[in-house]
C-alpha cells in the first residue's frame, strides 16, 4: 500500500518574488505651488494661506496648496455667473460640445502624467489610475461631448435649460474621475462650475486647470478652489448656486441637506455604503474569489461602492475562505508607483486611524480577524487586508462604512435569509452576486435595494451607466443619460 504523502501548504508570501518594477517620475510637471484656478487664472487666495499635500507613501509633502477661503469663494461663484451669463449658456450647444471633445482628447495625451500624479498624491496603485481613473475620466468627457447637442433625443418633447451655477465637492479616493464625472454632464448641458476637490488629493484636479486652459475654455465656466470642509461649507451656502452635487461621506451629505433645506438649490448626493457581495453554492468559485477581492480590496477598498461585506452560502464557506486566504496571500502591497502592487497606501493619516478603530472595535467584539504575513513599508501609511469572520450583523464591523482594505465575512443558508441580511443596512449603494443560474441573479437583484448591483462581476464602470444610490446612500444618479438630468430644467 503506498504511504500518503503529507504536502506541506504553500506559503504564497515567499513562493515567488517580483523585482521592482517603478513608473517614471521625470515625465511629471509639478509645481511647488497651486493657486486658486478663478476666472480662468490661477489666483492667490485672498487670506494668503496654505496647505500641503503629501504622498502617503512616503509622507513627504509634494506641493503646497492654497485654502480657499469665504472671499475666494464667493469670486469664483460670480466668476462662474458672469460666465454663465456671459458666454456658456449663450454658446450653440455643438460649441459647448467640441471644448469636452477637446479636454477629453487633452487627458489621453497627458494620462501617463496624471495617473502617476494621482498615484503619489492619493496613494492608489499605478496599474489602477493608469488603467482606470485617467481612462474613465476621459471617457466620461468623450460620452458627455457626445450629448451636449442631443439634449433634445435626450429628453423628448420637454426642453432643457440648464440651472445656473453649479457648486461641486468631490471626495479624494477617485480625485480625477470624479472632477469628469462632475464636470463634464454639468458643461454638457451648460451649467458653469466651482469645483472643489478634496484636501488631501487636489493635485490632479489642479493638473485638471491647466488642461483647461490649454482647451482655451473660456474663462470662469469651470473654476477650481481648493481647501478643507470649510471651504466646502462655504461654497454649499454661497447664495449665487443654483446646484450642488456632492460625493463624500453620509455624514457630510446630511449636513449639507440641512443646509439646502428651505433653499431652492438643487442637489444630487452620492455617499457611502456597505455593498454585499453575495456567493451562491453555484457560482464559478475561483472567479467569485477574483471577484471579491478586486471588490474589497481594490484601491485599498476607498471605494464607497466595495464590497465589503461578502455572504457565502455554507455549503462553501470553507472553500471560498480557503482560496480567499491564499489569494490575499499574494497580494503585493506596497509602492503604489510599483506596476506590480496590488495594494497601496492608505489616503491619509487620518483615514489610517478611523479603519484601526473599526478593527480594533471589531476583535473587541468578538469577531475573528485574519491578515497576511506580508511586509510593509515602514514609512507611509499602510493597511494590510483583513479578514473578519465569525461576525454578527450588529457588529460595527458589519454595519459601518470602514473605507479600508477590511472584508467581513458571513454565511448564508437560503435566498431570503441573505436578502433580508443584505438589506438590513441604512446604506444602498451597490451590491454583488455570484451564481451559475440567470433565474437567481434577477430574482436576488429584484430584492436588493441598491442602485447598482454586478452579477458575476465587480466594480466595473462606464460613462453610458448611472451610478447611485438608495436610503442613507444618497440620492440622484450620475453617469449615463441619468446623469444629464441633475444640470437641467424641464419644461
Ligand atoms: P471622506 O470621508 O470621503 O473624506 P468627506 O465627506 O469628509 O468624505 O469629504 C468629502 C468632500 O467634502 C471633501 O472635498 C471635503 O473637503 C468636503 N467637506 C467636508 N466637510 C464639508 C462640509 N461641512 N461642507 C461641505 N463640504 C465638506
Given at each position: 500500500?503506498k ?10 508570501s515567499t513562493s515567488w ?15 511647488d ?14 487670506g ?18 492654497a ?8 469670486k469664483?461663484?460670480?466668476?462662474a ?10 454658446m450653440?450647444a455643438?460649441e ?13 495625451e ?23 481613473d485617467v481612462?474613465?475620466?476621459?471617457a ?40 469628469a ?5 454639468a ?9 472643489k476637490?478634496a484636501?488631501?488629493?487636489?493635485l490632479?484636479a ?18 477650481i ?20 452635487a456632492?460625493?463624500?461621506s ?39 474569489v ?18 465589503s ?6 455549503g ?20 503604489p508607483?510599483d ?8 489616503n ?19 469577531g ?19 479578514l ?5 450583523q ?22 431570503e435569509?441573505v ?43 462606464d ?7 438608495y436610503?442613507?446612500s444618497?440620492?440622484?444618479r ?14
Amino acid at each position: 500500500m503506498k504511504k500518503a504523502v503529507k504536502v506541506k501548504p504553500l506559503n504564497f508570501s515567499t513562493s515567488w518574488s517580483y523585482a521592482p518594477a517603478p513608473e517614471g517620475t521625470e515625465h511629471v510637471q509639478l509645481k511647488d505651488r497651486y493657486e486658486l484656478f478663478i476666472n480662468g487664472k490661477f489666483v492667490a487666495p485672498a487670506g494668503g494661506k496654505y496647505f500641503d499635500t503629501i504622498n502617503p507613501a512616503t509622507e513627504k509633502k509634494i506641493a503646497s496648496v492654497a485654502e480657499a477661503g469665504a472671499t475666494d469663494v464667493d469670486k469664483a461663484v460670480k466668476a462662474a455667473r458672469q460666465a454663465y451669463d456671459k458666454t456658456w449658456s449663450k454658446m450653440p450647444a455643438a460649441e459647448r460640445g467640441k471644448y469636452l471633445y477637446r479636454i477629453a482628447r487633452i487627458l489621453q495625451e497627458k494620462a501617463r502624467e496624471l495617473a502617476v500624479i494621482e498615484s503619489m498624491d492619493g496613494g492608489k496603485p499605478i496599474r489602477e489610475s493608469r488603467d482606470i481613473d485617467v481612462p474613465l475620466a476621459a471617457a466620461h468627457f468623450f460620452y458627455y461631448a457626445g450629448w451636449a447637442d442631443k439634449l433634445d433625443y435626450a429628453f423628448p418633447g420637454k426642453r432643457s435649460q440648464p440651472l445656473g451655477v453649479a457648486g461641486q465637492i468631490i471626495p479624494w479616493n477617485f480625485p480625477l474621475l470624479m472632477a469628469a464625472w462632475k464636470i463634464a454632464p454639468a458643461l454638457a448641458c451648460g451649467n458653469t462650475i466651482v469645483l472643489k476637490p478634496a484636501e488631501t488629493t487636489p493635485l490632479t484636479a489642479l493638473k485638471l486647470a491647466e488642461i483647461l486652459q490649454e482647451a482655451d475654455l473660456p474663462p470662469g465656466v469651470v473654476n477650481i478652489i481648493t481647501g478643507a470642509g470649510a471651504t466646502g461649507a462655504a461654497l454649499v451656502n454661497h447664495p449665487g448656486i443654483d446646484k450642488v452635487a456632492f460625493t463624500g461621506s453620509t455624514d457630510v451629505g446630511k449636513l449639507i441637506q440641512k443646509a439646502l433645506a428651505g433653499t431652492d438649490k438643487k442637489y444630487t448626493l452620492e455617499l457611502g455604503g456597505k455593498a454585499a457581495n453575495i456567493i451562491f453554492e453555484d457560482a464559478a468559485i475561483d472567479q467569485a474569489v477574483e471577484g471579491i477581492i478586486n471588490g474589497i480590496f481594490f484601491n485599498q477598498g476607498h471605494v464607497c461602492c466595495a464590497g465589503s461585506r461578502l455572504f457565502v452560502q455554507e455549503g462553501v464557506a470553507k472553500e471560498v475562505i480557503r482560496k480567499l486566504k491564499d489569494r490575499i496571500s499574494t497580494l503585493i502591497v506596497g509602492d503604489p508607483l510599483d506596476k506590480n502592487t496590488d495594494v497601496g497606501a492608505i489616503n491619509s493619516k487620518a483615514q489610517l486611524s478611523k479603519i484601526k478603530t473599526l478593527v480594533n472595535a471589531g476583535i473587541k467584539e468578538g469577531g475573528e480577524c485574519w491578515q497576511p504575513d506580508c511586509n510593509v513599508p515602514a514609512k507611509g501609511y499602510w493597511f494590510r487586508p483583513t479578514l473578519f469572520m465569525n461576525v454578527a450583523q450588529s457588529h460595527r464591523i458589519v454595519q459601518e462604512e470602514i473605507f479600508g482594505p477590511v472584508l467581513a465575512i458571513q454565511t448564508f443558508r437560503t435566498l431570503e435569509e441573505v436578502v433580508e441580511k443584505a438589506n438590513n443596512t441604512p446604506y444602498g449603494l451597490s451590491g454583488g452576486v455570484w451564481t451559475d443560474k440567470g433565474a437567481k441573479i434577477f430574482n436576488v437583484t429584484g430584492k436588493i435595494k441598491a442602485g447598482v448591483l454586478w452579477a458575476n462581476t465587480y466594480n466595473k464602470f462606464d460613462p453610458t451607466s448611472p451610478f447611485g444610490g438608495y436610503k442613507e446612500s444618497g440620492m440622484g444618479r450620475e453617469g449615463g443619460l441619468h446623469g444629464l438630468m441633475p444640470y437641467v430644467k424641464l419644461s
